[in-house]
T-cell receptor
Framework: DAGVTQSPTHLIKTRGQHVTLRCSPI?????VSWYQQVLGQGPQFIFQ???????GRGNFPDRFSARQFPNYSSELNVNALLLGDSALYLC??????????FGSGTRLTVV | GQQLNQSPQSMFIQEGEDVSMNCTSS?????WLWYKQDPGEGPVLLIA?????ELTSNGRLTAQFGITRKDSFLNISASIPSDVGIYFC??????????????FGGGTRVLVKP
């Protein structure tokens, strides 16, 4: 069975640009969460979606947005990129908001 | 910012040694989780704890959910080279129909003694 799939694996963007990161959850999982992991730190919660509805939002600016599609895949969008947005972005899926399985992440570098 | 204090920040292990790390919080959680993260990968769940006082083992790993619900520890017995990596604790407040976010500690980096 495929695990949590994230794309792209690596990405380089310029300050001020926009980025879209994608996540496909484990088949049958209805909840997707996004985390930002800055080098040397633990992951920080950004969003949780369950059944296509936002169920939680972390302390991130409005430049960060996300959505979940009818097939339960998800996108994380970040506008007006800053150097400080450089991080590993992790997606985690679960059946119902519990027992999270993480993907390998998207490494975003903003230059 | 981080709400969980994880210690030590780093440690060196020698094959065969037992190692221990812990996590404390100013807030109560009703679930404690321990993850391991290898370079270039996402965190992988090692042990999940759901009740205060619970002691759970997974092979050479043992973790406990503190009685106060504000702390947890992880022990690794008879360490082997593949135990090298970064270990994260995470607390969760599981509330049905609401967000069930994980709050992570800063990690314990386990390295091999030169």
């Amino acid at each position: 069975d495929a695990g949590v799939t994230q794309s792209p694996t690596h990405l380089i963007k310029t300050r001020g640009q926009h980025v879209t990161l994608r996540c496909s959850p484990i088949s049958g999982h209805k909840s997707v969460s996004w985390y930002q992991q800055v080098l040397g730190q633990g992951p920080q919660f950004i969003f949780q979606y369950y059944e296509k509805e936002e169920r939680g939002r972390g302390n991130f600016p409005d430049r960060f947005s996300a959505r979940q599609f009818p097939n339960y895949s998800s996108e994380l969008n970040v506008n007006a990129l800053l150097l400080g947005d450089s991080a590993l972005y992790l997606c985690a899926s679960s059946l119902a908001g519990d027992g999270y399985t993480f993907g390998s992440g998207t490494r975003l570098t903003v230059v | 910012g981080q709400q969980l204090n994880q210690s030590p920040q780093s440690m060196f292990i020698q094959e065969g040694e037992d190692v221990s790390m812990n996590c404390t919080s100013s807030s109560i959680f009703n679930t404690w989780l321990w993850y391991k993260q290898d370079p270039g990968e996402g965190p992988v769940l090692l042990i999940a704890l759901y009740k205060a006082g619970e002691l759970t083992s997974n092979g050479r790993l043992t973790a406990q959910f503190g009685i106060t619900r504000k702390d947890s520890f992880l022990n690794i017995s008879a360490s082997i080279p593949s135990d090298v990596g970064i270990y994260f604790c995470a607390g969760q407040i599981r509330i049905k129909a609401a967000g069930n976010k994980l709050t992570f500690g800063g990690g314990t980096r386990v390295l091999v003694k030169p």
